[in-house]
């Protein structure tokens, strides 16, 4: 769902229009989930923070000032992710969703190398990543949403997947 259809939903849903919510939820939806899940790595916990963003959006949905409503989406996405992953006990927190992007008809060896993979990333560079893979953003959009120099979101990602070509290359770059 691009910016303009975002938009769109977002002005009829501040009219009081029930059906543009749901579009706009049915677009959103996946990529959401997935950013939430990869910050989170908890699919529970990745499923009620994309509940409470969705409420939040239906009882609040941003002004006609927001400019880029998918990166405010995408914002208040993060944040909530990173309040709830910080009230949840670390050994509560468990890796059973980083294969939510993955094809089904992958083998199960290589979701685990892939898995294996994001786990040699930082925190930063995973976001990034899958900012950009996930969500398709805009690097300018991800530094915005990170509030990040461009240049750090560049070599940040450029970094990361140096370390996933490392990694699936058997430690060869």
Known sequence: ??????????EKLRGGDKNAFAVLY?????????IICRIVNNKELAEDVTHDLFVKLYQSPPDSSVKNPRAWIFK?????AINSK???PMDELNDNCVNSGISLSETIEVKTDI?????????????????HIYSEFKFREISEILHMPLGTV???YQKALRKLRAYMNGGQS
């Open 154 to 156: 560049l070599w940040k």
């Open 115 to 131: 898995a294996e993979a994001f786990k040699q990333l930082s925190a930063d560079e995973l976001e990034i990543v899958s900012f």
């Open 26 to 34: 049915d677009g959103m939806k996946t990529p959401v989930f997935t």
């Open 1 to 10: 769902m691009n910016n303009e259809q975002l938009r769109s939903c977002i």
């Open 86 to 88: 910080r009230r949840k």
């Open 76 to 80: 208040i996405a993060r944040n909530l």
